[in-house]
C-alpha cells in the first residue's frame, strides 16, 4: 500500500511537469520494471524519488539487491536530479558533463546531477544506457 501510495506522490510531484519530463521517467521506470533483474520503486524522500534496484545472486547463491540510481524532479530548476553508482569520471566519458561527487560522505553512490531540458527532453534512450552501465557495474555483469 506504502508502495502504491508513493508512487501516485511521485506522478503527482510530476503533475506541473513539462510533457517530455514525465515521458522521462516513464520511459525510464517502464525499461527497468519490465525485467527480472530490477525493481522500481518510490519513496517520499526529497519530496518524492524514483528508486532503481539492482537483483542478483552473489556467487555464494545468496540474493542480493541494493540501489543503483535515484531519480528525482526538481521543480524550482527544472531539472531531472540523478544520483548513480558511476563516478562524475565515468560519467563525463559517457557523456555526461557536470557530475559531482556527493557531498555526504555516508552517500552510497558515488555521483550526483543535474539534467536540464536539453538533455530530458531528447536524450532519454542515452540515459538509460547510462543507467545500465551504473547497474552493471554494481553486479558485475
Excluded at 510531484?13 to 530490477?38: Q, V
Excluded at 542478483?56 to 527544472?78: D, V
Excluded at 559531482?100 to 552510497?108: G, I, K, N, R
Aim: with cysteine; charged share 30%; aromatic share 10%.
Amino acid at each position: 500500500m506504502d508502495e502504491e501510495r508513493n508512487r501516485v506522490n511521485f506522478y503527482l510531484r510530476l503533475e506541473r511537469a513539462p510533457h517530455a519530463a514525465k515521458g522521462f521517467f516513464e520511459t525510464i521506470a517502464k525499461h527497468f520494471d519490465r525485467r527480472n533483474d530490477t525493481e522500481v520503486k518510490y519513496t517520499r524522500t526529497g519530496g518524492a524519488d524514483m528508486r532503481l534496484w539492482a537483483i542478483w545472486t552473489s556467487p555464494r547463491g545468496t540474493e542480493r539487491r541494493q540501489i543503483f540510481a535515484t531519480l528525482a524532479w526538481k521543480p524550482k530548476l527544472s531539472a531531472v536530479f540523478s544520483r548513480c553508482m558511476l563516478v562524475p569520471a565515468e560519467l563525463k566519458l559517457l557523456g555526461i558533463t557536470g557530475a559531482t561527487q556527493p557531498a555526504s560522505p555516508t552517500e552510497p553512490l558515488n555521483s550526483e546531477m543535474r539534467l536540464g531540458e536539453d538533455y530530458w527532453r531528447m536524450q532519454v534512450g542515452s540515459f538509460i544506457r547510462i543507467l545500465e552501465t551504473a547497474r552493471i557495474k554494481l553486479v558485475g555483469v
